[in-house]
């Protein structure tokens, strides 16, 4: 894949060159961030940073009806994970950023933290362990660009930001709108797809505004489930889930004198199912023929910050409250709870969570003025306070050995934990000479359940010649344990060497898992480094390569399913026949992570009515184990075993490049887009495996059938790359019939080749 890129890279140099000797006419590359800098005007590429964009016609033109997916296939530091049987990581969609994990990525909307999920990805998939951002959670339409920040912020943004940091910023435009239609299906006729979106702004007072956005999606689930070789049929459902998603979002500002009130918010309803394992003929007998359970999360999702922006002089200050809440609450439905026999329901309220978030936040910034060559100055502070609660099911649900394929909530202790943290910060920069920019930021955060943590940021960019400039950035990070992590607790179905077994997932302070190696959790700490090269911008063309490297202690992971007789013995002391395994969140785990991020972009007018844009992007990222912590009450038992440490190390591609072209011309415009995927490692059912990197390309034409009306045709997986099979299914017949095409880890996801028409429209 690197040869790949490196002669692309060169192509696209060179042509870029011919573009500049034809004295083509380009647009600016430059654009103005927010981002890792609380100077005001400054351009992405002038950062002392590496920072992308992927604008919002971008994301729309990718072709894909949700924000995960169309980052997945625009930006080389993303990975997406198409997980397709895990109800909780299938329909809540994170990103990850760097190889990381979704909860070491913080995202803002609009320079404000956003609030996580309520459900925390307990499955065997990328993320195990965390509940990062659903980007479900806000409508495409609504968003003019996002800013990803690729280098740790802790110390100006406070926990989560170890990988990064995403900020997307929602339309703001008094006037105009926006409408689009979509539709897709895979070729193998499953997957039907339709969205129906609309973007309009209204002026607001004398000189203010309101942008409204609303959205629908849906989708048919699809199915790549082999054939049950134990019943010559197919028994699984194993892809994309069934879901349904409206979204309402808006931007709101009304200048007031030197002041401008502003409010901005989102409110999600999303309802989806995955299917569960297959219960076998003979497990219930309600069902003769077997049956396979149905999981639906029913997710309400809001959050909203209002503010005001003033001037004091040559001093901005910006004072704000937020809130954000996530519920899920949980139906399985097409099951039965064995224990109840034939008196067993089909269908139970399995209970739910609720994660809320509110958020106050003091910003002031200074410009220095006739100090050297000028810089900044700004300092803040942030309250911050959570809640998270566990609503249990009905008890039929719970019973026994509980509804096959979820079981529920039913916490031994009624789960309602809530927490508060404070934070101050101080961030400067400064101008020794015009060419030298230096920087430096240190934050102290302080939560009341376990204490204190300062971090700390230095950064430098110099200007060496014209169109180019050397830059670094070092500091440390942090991510506070989240009360998800902390306070989970459910039983549901999973599977151990090809077995599907009842999994209890247990809060640390439980007596059970206490007794098994749990102990109180302990922040991760970070310590970052960055160092890179720009070159850029002239003539429409900008370059950037930067090397870094990560190297986090404490990481907090999901414990293994610990079993055994050993802990047989535990539960049967303590009570418990619900459940056979065990698992609970440690900081048992030191890793570091390393690699090479290049970016390549430039766009320009080859004549008086065509306009072309190409842009590279290229990411290699390796993620290493440095240390495993023994368990300490049952050292034969160890905390991660292979398959676990995999999802924190090898499990990610272990590179990526990008590539998007546009050219138009009159009313007819093409668009490509390819992203390869390198090899990444895991273990889906028995042995470690490595799977292959994959490519898709997608394509895409569309015309202007009116002034404002275009249409557009598009295919998504060209060449209908699908990700390698599982080695070794024929040693676990016996549980799975070899149903599985392959693991939850793929990027490309298991659909093959698709086909959408969008029909879109400005007013």
């Not at 003091?362 to 006739?370: K, N």
């Not at 101080?426 to 230096?438: F, K, M, Q, T």
């Not at 290229?618 to 184990?625: A, D, N, V």
């Amino acid at each position: 894949m690197i040869r790949v890129f490196l002669l692309t890279t060169a192509a696209f140099l060179a042509s870029e060159a011919n573009a500049r000797e034809a004295g083509i006419d380009s647009s600016n590359v430059d654009e103005i961030v927010v981002t890792g800098t609380r100077t005001e005007g400054r351009a992405a590429v002038e950062s002392s940073a590496p920072i992308d964009i992927a604008g919002g016609e971008e994301i729309l033109e990718s072709g894909y009806p949700d924000l995960g997916r169309a980052l997945n296939f625009l930006e080389p530091g993303v990975n997406f994970a198409r997980a397709a049987t895990t109800a909780t990581a299938a329909n809540t969609r994170p990103v990850t950023l760097r190889g990381l994990s979704p909860d070491q990525t913080l995202v803002l909307v609009n320079g404000k933290r956003w609030h996580a999920n309520a459900v925390l990805n307990v499955n065997n998939s990328i993320g195990r362990g965390s509940a990062g951002v659903d980007l479900d959670t806000i409508p495409q339409s609504g968003i003019e660009r996002i800013e990803v920040l690729r280098d740790g912020a802790a110390a100006q943004y406070g926990s989560d930001a170890i990988a990064g940091v995403v900020n997307i910023i929602l339309k703001s435009n008094a006037s105009g709108g926006y409408g689009e239609l979509l539709a897709g299906i895979t070729e193998e006729g499953d997957g039907a797809n339709g969205m129906a979106t609309v973007s309009a702004g209204f002026g607001l007072g004398r000189g203010g505004h309101l942008t409204l956005t609303a959205l629908a999606r849906g989708q048919e689930a699809t199915n790549r489930a082999f054939v049950d070789q134990r019943f010559d049929r197919v028994t699984y459902r194993i892809g994309d889930p069934e879901a349904r998603v409206a979204n309402l979002a808006f931007d709101a500002g009304l200048p007031l004198g030197t002041a401008e009130l502003y409010a901005f918010g989102a409110v999600t309803r999303k309802i989806s199912n995955n299917a569960a394992g297959f219960r076998v003929p003979g497990f219930s007998p309600l069902y003769p023929d077997g049956f396979l359970p149905i999981i639906e999360p029913r997710i309400w999702d809001f959050g909203g910050t209002v503010g005001v922006r003033t001037d004091f002089g040559r001093l901005r200050a910006d004072l704000s409250y937020g809130y954000g809440e996530n519920q899920a609450d949980f139906r399985v439905r097409d099951t039965a709870n064995v224990s109840l026999g034939l008196e067993s329901p089909t269908s139970f309220d399995s209970g739910g969570v609720t994660y809320g978030q509110h958020v106050g936040d003091l910003a002031l910034s200074l410009p220095i003025e006739g100090v050297l060559a000028g810089g900044n100055i700004a300092a803040g502070g942030q309250y911050r306070s959570e809640r998270y609660s566990i609503r249990s099911g009905e008890p039929q649900a719970y019973f026994g050995l509980g509804a096959a394929g979820f079981a529920g909530f039913n916490p031994s202790n009624p789960t309602d934990a809530k927490r508060d943290a404070y934070a101050a910060y101080l961030d400067i920069e400064l101008r020794p000479v015009e060419a030298l920019l230096l920087g430096g930021a240190v934050r102290h955060d302080h939560y009341d359940d376990f204490g204190g943590e300062t971090t700390w940021r230095a950064t430098a960019r110099l200007d060496a010649a014209d169109g180019m400039a050397l830059r670094g950035t070092i500091g440390t990070g942090f991510k506070a344990p989240s009360l998800q992590q902390q306070y989970f607790s459910a039983v549901q179905g999973a599977t151990s060497q090809g077995q599907l077994v009842t999994v209890g997932t247990l809060p640390v302070a439980d007596p059970v898992a206490r007794a098994l190696g749990a102990s109180d959790l302990k922040p991760e700490r970070s310590r970052n480094t960055t160092v890179g090269v720009v070159f850029g911008p002239f003539d429409g063309f900008a370059f950037t390569a930067d090397w870094f490297r990560i190297r986090i202690r404490d990481r907090i992971a999901l414990s293994e399913q610990l079993g055994g007789a050993a802990v047989q013995a535990i539960l049967a002391q303590a009570g418990i026949t619900g459940y056979q395994q065990v698992r609970f969140f440690t900081n048992a785990v030191d890793t570091t992570t390393e690699g090479v991020e290049v970016t390549a972009r430039w766009q320009g007018n080859l004549g008086p009515e065509t306009h072309a844009s190409v842009q590279l992007g290229y990411g290699w990222f390796k993620s290493e184990l440095d240390r495993l912590r023994a368990n300490p009450v049952l050292p034969s038992l160890p905390l991660l075993r292979t398959k676990s440490i995999l999802f924190l190390t090898e499990a990610q591609p272990r590179d990526k490049f990008t590539a998007q072209a546009s050219l138009a011309h009159g009313a007819f415009d093409l668009r490509a887009n390819v992203a390869a995927f390198g090899t990444y490692t895991s273990a889906p059912l028995i042995g470690a495996q490595i799977f292959d990197g994959k490519e898709v390309v997608d394509l895409a034409a569309g015309y202007a059938v009116a002034e404002d009306i275009r249409f557009v045709l598009g295919v998504q997986n060209l060449f209908d790359a699908r990700p390698d099979e599982i080695d070794g299914q024929d040693l676990v017949i016996g549980a799975t019939g070899g149903s599985f095409p392959t693991g939850e880890e793929t990027p490309i996801g298991l659909n093959g080749r698709s086909y959408y028409a969008r029909l879109t429209a400005r007013f």
